[in-house]
């Protein structure tokens, strides 16, 4: 009947009824497609609980199934882009554009060049045409359908399709031509989702037998729940929350037996497994075990299951907000952790073009080098959802390391002390206590100027009195001055500075 139809719309001219009432008809075939996707859809969901009970005894029809689903799903998708392929062709738009956009707000449904064009192709017997390789696809389908349901030993589907050649004008003319050349876009497209919807429902009626053959209720069921499975209850401000929601069928009146490998307390109660434990220690931990259940039959059935579950210390992040300071040359400790999340999983970073490393779990070390900005930021990043989030940015002053002082024995400015602690000290450079790093700082250089009624002056390299110049202080008497000056210190940093003057008096 749409041929005959067509037949009579090849005049240049056709009537805009008629090419509305094509509108009309793709825009209900195009909802039956859904409604018949939809339907499949349910159907395999109830395919695979039945593969779940069972995938033994459905194996090879689960299988069969899905290598269908798969084929009949690039079938259709392979006609969705013919589809819009044509619209984008004729109406010049793009075909993302025509992916979306419907028939009746097109204006050129009534053109055919293009859609002859890209489904007839150049040869007279549309051999070059897309709608000769759509019918091959199409042919390749029914072939595979019939053959599956042949080996699984259940009846084969009479196909809607007609690709014979048919008696045009007293000449033969093939499915191509006679369906697709010189035929307006509106019809083509309405053609085109008329073989979509045979496609799913030779798909529903296949699979609909693979599934009759399988008893899907051997396994005794009297109670159904609705029950909520996250993925985790533990869930950080910014990361995706994901729960299954689904209804649990089981028998509430006979007792399944589970077998745990792991820790725990299992008690089985009203047909479901109760699992109960405190852990000991912290991390990511796995278990698993089966569930067997005996059927109608008494044959028992077999489920496999597994899990893991993450510990995390409670735990408390105090971070100073007026004192976060790091300094160029130390190596700065950092503790960094995010609650939840393994350690194997967090990512830390800094700017400024410095460096951070880790040195241990949750332990990392920032160096910051000596052109640093003054304030820059710790980024804390954390695998989620498949990819990188940011957790926090801690920003930091940086900051020179301290001048420090030098003392002499125990004088840091003046004091007295007698010629044998004389020879036997040496300059010894500190920070502060409010510095609570212990790094290292060397002596570079001093004077020493001594004042014993005539002055002499010593130039040293290091922090102690060379043994040429110990006789000269062991031969001072009580009331001599011995100045230090001039003392140079390195720090971690590597600069050189200045540092206090130490005046010391020989005592008695």
């Known amino acids: 009947m749409m041929y005959l139809v067509l037949t009579a719309m090849l005049a240049l001219n056709v009537q805009r009824e008629i090419l509305d009432a094509f ?3 793709e825009d209900g075939t195009a909802a039956s497609l859904k409604s018949l996707e939809k339907r ?19 194996g090879i029809y689960w ?4 290598a269908l689903q798969e084929e009949s799903n690039f079938l259709v998708t392979s006609i969705d882009s013919l589809k819009s392929a044509i619209i984008a062709a004729t109406e010049r738009i793009e075909p993302e554009q025509a992916d979306t956009i419907s028939l009746c707000y097109l204006e050129k449904i009534d053109q055919y060049n293009d859609a002859t064009r890209i489904l007839a192709g150049e040869k007279e017997d549309a051999s070059t045409g897309a709608a000769h390789h759509l019918r091959n696809q199409i042919e390749s389908f029914a072939r595979q359908v019939n053959t599956t349901l042949q080996q699984l030993k259940l009846d084969t589907l009479s196909m809607p399709f007609d690709f014979r050649d048919r ?5 033969m003319v093939n499915w191509e031509m006679r369906t697709f050349y010189e035929i307006p876009m509106a019809a083509c497209v309405a053609i085109l989702t008329k073989l979509q919807n045979d496609v799913r429902t030779i798909e529903y009626n296949a699979v609909s037998q693979m599934l009759s053959a399988v008893d899907v209720d051997d396994i005794p069921v009297d109670t159904v729940i609705a029950r909520v499975v996250p993925r985790s209850q533990y869930i950080i401000l910014g990361e995706t929350y994901e729960s299954d929601i689904f209804l649990s069928a089981y028998n509430s009146t006979t007792q399944p037996e589970i077998n745990l490998n792991g820790s725990g307390d299992l008690v089985v109660e009203d047909g479901m497994g109760k699992l109960s434990f405190k852990p000991t220690g912290q991390g990511q931990f796995d278990y698993n075990g089966e569930i067997v259940i005996h059927d109608k039959k008494g044959n028992p059935r077999k489920f496999p299951f597994e899990s893991s579950y993450t510990v995390v210390k409670p735990s408390a992040s105090v971070s100073p907000t007026k004192m976060n300071v790091l300094y160029v040359g130390p190596k700065n400790p950092l503790s960094i952790s995010v609650p939840g999340v393994p350690d194997e999983k967090v990512s830390v970073t800094i700017t400024g073009g410095n460096r951070i490393r880790k040195i241990g779990p949750g332990m990392y070390e920032a160096d910051m080098v000596l ?16 990819g990188l989030k940011e957790m926090a940015k801690t920003s930091f002053r940086v900051k020179k390391l301290p001048t420090p002082y030098v003392r002499f024995g125990p004088i840091k400015n003046s004091g007295k002390m007698d010629a044998f602690d004389l020879i036997n000290n040496s300059l010894i450079a500190e920070y502060d206590q409010d510095f609570v790093f212990p790094l290292p700082l060397t002596v570079v250089e001093f004077n020493m100027v001594i004042d014993k009624g005539e002055v002499v002056e010593r130039h040293i390299v290091g922090r102690k009195a060379r043994s040429e110049d110990q006789a000269l202080l062991n031969s001072l ?31 008695n």
């Open 40 to 58: 499949n859809n349910s159907l395999y969901s109830e395919f695979k609980f039945a593969h779940g009970l069972d995938p033994e005894k459905t």
């Open 63 to 66: 299988n069969g199934a899905n």
């Open 167 to 171: 008696m045009v004008e007293d000449r």
């Open 371 to 386: 052109g640093s900005p003054r304030d820059i930021d710790v980024i804390v990043k954390a695998e989620m959802d498949g």
């Open 23 to 25: 509108v009309v008809i």
């Open 477 to 507: 008497r009580p009331g001599a001055i011995v100045y230090l000056e001039d003392i140079l210190v390195r720090d971690a940093s590597g600069r050189v500075l200045p540092t206090n003057n130490i005046k010391i008096t020989v005592k």
